[in-house]
């Protein structure tokens, strides 16, 4: 079953350490170009996330899940 990336256990790492993940795609094809964008809020407080960035529109934008 195709999952986002990182893995979880990078994910959770990153949060232990304090760090912070910035959303993005890195498909090749249109169709994949939100892939699971739909469920990683859920999975990312699972993995101890508690915000994230994001770029639009020319601005950096942090969301808190």
Do not use: Q, W, Y
């Amino acid at each position: 079953k195709p999952a986002p990336s990182p893995a979880d256990f990078l994910i959770k790492r990153v949060a232990e350490k304090g760090g912070r993940l910035m959303l993005g795609s890195d498909c090749h094809f249109k169709e994949k170009l939100l892939f699971a964008f739909d469920t990683l809020p859920a999975l990312l407080k699972a993995c101890g996330i508690k915000s994230v960035l994001t770029f639009e529109k020319g601005c950096l934008n942090e969301t808190t899940l």
